[in-house]
């Protein structure tokens, strides 16, 4: 069952934050996020395990709530190459299959 | 050090041909993943490929099948070929699996079915 995410889009200036949600109606293993800009392919940003692993690039922060099913990614003080559409995969054991949320296309203005 | 390589880049085919799509993962990854995206419906899963064996599976009919190679290398068959077919098809890798850093995708294979 695909994860839901939330907005889905969003438009900033330069410099402003933005939160990403993505929430699963199944108990989650783990939540992953990617970034995928126009005519590219998706670039791994982060794992966050249940349990409260995570692993991934430093300058992305997100949070994994267990009991509510939800990962949240938070984007501080954005800047134009944050620009992409955003997607958060989750699974449910693992080894399960990997499932893939509709996405959030995100735009930063100057 | 050299990423996922996809081949071909772009394709055409007809309604009903066949086509095969190849993917040369990281050297060391032995996990191989491919996904269909569409506009309308995202990334879908497809099925996932460890050690020559098919792991997991997505909910696309029969005539999508793979396979992967002693060398990790893997391919994709769809058969009978529909308009709807029409797609990237991405190829992702990983170590063991997504969970240890992510998966690496392909620059994908860009299908068009006429």
């Given at each position: 069952q695909q994860p839901v995410?939330?907005?889905?889009?969003?438009?900033?200036?330069?410099?402003?934050?933005?939160?990403?949600?993505?929430?699963?109606?199944?108990?989650?293993?783990?939540?992953?996020?990617?970034?995928?800009?126009?005519?590219?392919a998706p670039v791994f940003l982060m794992i966050l395990l249940k349990g409260g692993e995570q692993k991934g690039h430093e300058k992305i922060s997100a949070s994994f709530n267990e009991k509510k099913q939800q990962s949240s990614l938070y984007l501080t003080a954005s800047q134009l190459s944050y620009s992409g559409t955003y997607f958060c995969g989750t699974e449910w054991g693992y080894g399960q299959n990997f499932v893939f949320g509709p996405g959030t296309r995100l735009s930063v203005l100057p | 050090?050299?990423?996922?390589?996809?081949?071909?880049?772009?394709?055409?085919?007809?309604?009903?041909?066949?086509?095969?799509?190849?993917?040369?993962?990281?050297?060391?990854?032995?996990?191989?993943?491919?996904?269909?995206?569409?506009?309308?419906?995202?990334?879908?899963?497809?099925?996932?490929?460890?050690?020559?064996?098919?792991?997991?599976?997505?909910?696309?009919?029969g005539r999508f099948s793979g396979r992967q190679f002693s060398n990790s290398r893997s391919e994709m068959n769809v058969s009978t070929l529909e308009l709807g077919d029409s797609a990237l098809y991405l190829c992702a890798s990983s170590l063991e699996s997504e969970i240890d850093y992510g998966y690496t995708f392909g620059s994908g294979t860009r299908l068009t079915v006429v």
């Open positions: 995410q939330s907005p889905q889009a969003v438009i900033l200036r330069e410099g402003e934050d933005a939160v990403i949600n993505c929430s699963s109606s199944k108990a989650l293993y783990s939540v992953h996020w990617y970034r995928q800009k126009h005519g590219e | 050090k050299a990423g996922v390589t996809q081949t071909p880049r772009y394709l055409i085919k007809t309604r009903g041909q066949q086509v095969t799509l190849s993917c040369s993962p990281i050297s060391g990854h032995r996990s191989v993943s491919w996904y269909q995206q569409t506009p309308g419906q995202g990334l879908q899963f497809l099925f996932e490929y460890f050690s020559e064996t098919q792991r997991n599976k997505g909910n696309f009919p």
